[in-house]
């Protein structure tokens, strides 16, 4: 064979060798790209992180939140399972709601004629927890009464979101001077595990 011949196999197989490689490389990538996909989420129901690494979550899994509810003149400890959202402001909006559907808070004077209207958070982190009163029938609530009704809605916010830092509470959209005719609610809440039977 002639020298010509000899440097034109080696550079044809370098070529080849070099190909071979940059299609290895583009294949594997793509391998790889395709199996995390498939691996943590499936078409329609994107992965949700909870914060921590590696640990993720399908918007169709419940969520576990406890709730807080009037007993026997303390807070009592509940949990409901909730549909999962994408983000703290709704996630939170549905605790709320299973607080307010919950059947042992309807046994509260104060909360069974509450109904959630809104609920937003700033970024700051203060919920505004926006509130409609519904009809009261001659009912009548004592201070105690008012201030666990209170607390149980400030309690599960707070306790369930760690970026939530303040509850403010509002009626129809507007600032009230209070829920049941005894409660300041010209503040910023934070919550009292205090008030919670052990």
């Known amino acids: 064979m002639s020298e010509g011949t000899d440097r034109r196999i080696q550079s044809n197989r370098l070529l080849f060798v070099v190909v071979m490689v940059i299609v290895f490389i583009i294949a594997a990538g793509g391998i790889m790209l ?4 498939h691996s943590t989420e499936t078409p329609g129901q ?16 419940p969520l576990q939140v406890t709730i807080y509810y009037p007993l ?12 999962r959202q994408p983000d703290t402001q709704s996630q ?34 203060t919920a505004y927890l926006d509130l409609t009163p519904g009809p009261q029938k001659d009912e009548r609530a004592s201070a105690w009464e008012e201030h666990l ?40 809440f934070t919550k009292r595990m205090d008030l919670v039977q052990q």
């Open 34 to 37: 395709w199996l995390r996909q």
């Open 46 to 61: 994107p992965g949700l992180s909870d914060g921590r690494i590696g640990v993720q979550f399908r918007l169709d899994e």
């Open 72 to 83: 026997e003149g303390m807070l009592r400890t509940g949990f409901a399972a909730v549909q």
């Open 92 to 125: 939170a909006r549905e605790a709320l709601s299973a607080l307010f559907a919950d059947q042992r808070t309807l046994l509260a004077p104060v909360l069974r004629n509450l109904k959630l209207r809104e609920f937003y958070l700033n970024a700051a982190g």
């Open 149 to 188: 009704a209170i607390y149980a809605m400030v309690n599960t916010v707070l306790k369930n979101f760690d970026e939530i830092k303040g509850v403010v509470l509002l009626l129809d959209g507007r600032e009230a001077q209070t829920l049941a005719g005894h409660m300041d609610l010209t503040r910023t």
